[in-house]
């Protein structure tokens, strides 16, 4: 996250019976408000683990949740991530 962009992704695992394969779900947004609030969460648990997060944290954490990553720049780290998956899946499939 930066003035100028945010992004979060939350990703678990999915309960599966005892031998059956790993199965995940994940959630990813830019939408500014949603970040703030899960970077909040985060450093949050951090802190109560004794973490002592950078003073600079604090002050970008403390902004207002306004202006959300443009459309744009949304689409160029997702474009990003679709290329950089399918071409590990293009390596696995040799």
Do not use: C, N
Request: hydrophobic share 45%; aromatic share 4%; no cysteine.
């Amino acid at each position: 996250m930066s003035p100028t962009f945010a992004a979060v992704l939350a990703a678990w695992e999915v309960p599966a019976p005892e031998g059956h394969p790993s199965t995940y779900e994940a959630v990813i947004t830019m939408r500014r408000a949603a970040v703030l609030t899960a970077a909040r969460v985060i450093v949050g648990a951090a802190r109560s683990a004794g973490a002592t997060p950078p003073a600079d944290v604090d002050e970008l954490l403390a902004s207002p949740a306004t202006g959300d990553t443009t459309l744009p720049d949304a689409d160029r780290v997702l474009l990003r991530v679709l290329e950089r998956m399918d071409t590990r899946q293009k390596v696995r499939a040799r």
